[in-house]
């Protein structure tokens, strides 16, 4: 009678194991057709294109003048500086506030965490403009610090790699916030209670427990950032007023003024 159940209990798990594999393949399914449609086919064909040359023939002429090009080679320089620097500043600023996020109550963090996302109510482009009106020569900033007097003449924080980098921080800061936070909150608060109760001083205890503890939830928000900002058009070209050249900025002009793709 036992072996009789087991095998009825093993051929409806079987079962029940089969139906939710359908279940999760005929959810894949859609995705994995959008994904090809949408990214891999474009994808794929840019880098097809650019082995072809400028008469229409197999070639390696758009790789060369990438690497024997001082411009190009500046611009990526350029572009992974600004991305790795606002990747830190993102981190010295983000991980404090997720961390004081954190430790307060659900309601209180829930409050703080409408702040965080309030920037993504708007639009980028608007927000960046924002910056360029306060950060401009006779902008609110120059204007407040020269009555105050601490400054004597106005401060250029625009059309430079300080403006490009204040607006990409404050762009790009959430994205670090939200997945650093919501591993931050899901630590199990014993441990730190272990390891208090074993004679280790806060700050020990935050070095070598709660920080460990959260790092995959700050690599996995430095990458965000980092890759983000490897991509980043709008507030380099607004910001960096055309003095500070970013990749994504140079492969727009050369498919709106050159119409290369094969280049881009």
């Known amino acids: 009678m036992s072996?009789?159940?087991?095998?009825?209990?093993?051929?409806?798990?079987?079962?029940?194991?089969?139906?939710?594999?359908?279940?999760?393949?005929?959810?894949?399914?859609?995705?994995?057709?959008?994904?090809?449609?949408?990214?891999?086919?474009?994808v794929g064909w840019l880098f097809y294109l650019s082995f072809i040359g400028r008469d229409?023939?197999?070639?390696?002429?758009?790789?060369?003048r990438m690497w024997k090009?001082?411009?190009?080679?500046?611009?990526?320089?350029?572009?992974?500086?600004?991305?790795?620097?606002?990747?830190?500043?993102?981190?010295?600023?983000?991980?404090?506030?997720?961390?004081?996020?954190?430790?307060?109550?659900?309601?209180?963090?829930?409050?703080?965490m409408i702040g965080v996302l309030i920037p993504f109510w708007t639009s980028l482009l608007v927000r960046t403009y924002a910056w360029l009106v306060l950060l401009q020569k006779k902008g609110l900033l120059n204007n407040i610090a020269i009555d105050?007097?601490?400054?004597?003449?106005?401060?250029?924080?625009?059309?430079?790699?300080?403006?490009?980098?204040?607006?990409?921080?404050?762009?790009?800061?959430?994205?670090?916030?939200?997945?650093?936070?919501?591993?931050?909150?899901?630590?199990?608060?014993?441990?730190m209670k272990a390891a208090s109760?074993?004679?280790?001083?806060?700050?020990?205890?935050f070095w070598t427990v709660f920080l460990p503890l959260s790092l995959p939830g700050l690599l996995a928000g430095l990458l965000i950032v980092f890759v983000l900002c490897l991509g980043f058009y709008?507030?380099?070209?607004i910001l960096g007023g055309g003095k500070v050249i970013m990749a994504a900025m140079k492969i727009s002009s050369n498919i709106e003024l050159y119409f290369s793709w094969g280049a881009a």
Request: glycine residues 6%.
């Open 3 to 42: 072996l009789t159940t087991n095998n009825i209990n093993q051929n409806e798990l079987r079962k029940l194991a089969a139906r939710e594999g359908y279940t999760f393949f005929g959810l894949t399914v859609p995705y994995l057709i959008m994904v090809t449609a949408l990214i891999a086919i474009p």
């Open 56 to 64: 229409g023939t197999f070639s390696f002429e758009n790789y060369e």
């Open 69 to 112: 090009s001082k411009a190009y080679i500046k611009i990526f320089i350029t572009t992974f500086k600004i991305s790795i620097l606002t990747t830190i500043i993102c981190a010295a600023i983000g991980y404090p506030l997720a961390y004081f996020m954190s430790q307060l109550s659900r309601k209180w963090a829930n409050i703080c």
């Open 148 to 191: 105050m007097g601490l400054i004597s003449e106005p401060i250029k924080f625009v059309h430079n790699t300080t403006g490009t980098l204040i607006g990409m921080v404050h762009i790009m800061l959430p994205f670090l916030i939200l997945p650093l936070y919501a591993n931050m909150r899901a630590i199990d608060r014993d441990c």
């Open 197 to 205: 109760s074993l004679g280790a001083t806060p700050s020990r205890a």
């Open 234 to 237: 709008v507030t380099p070209a």
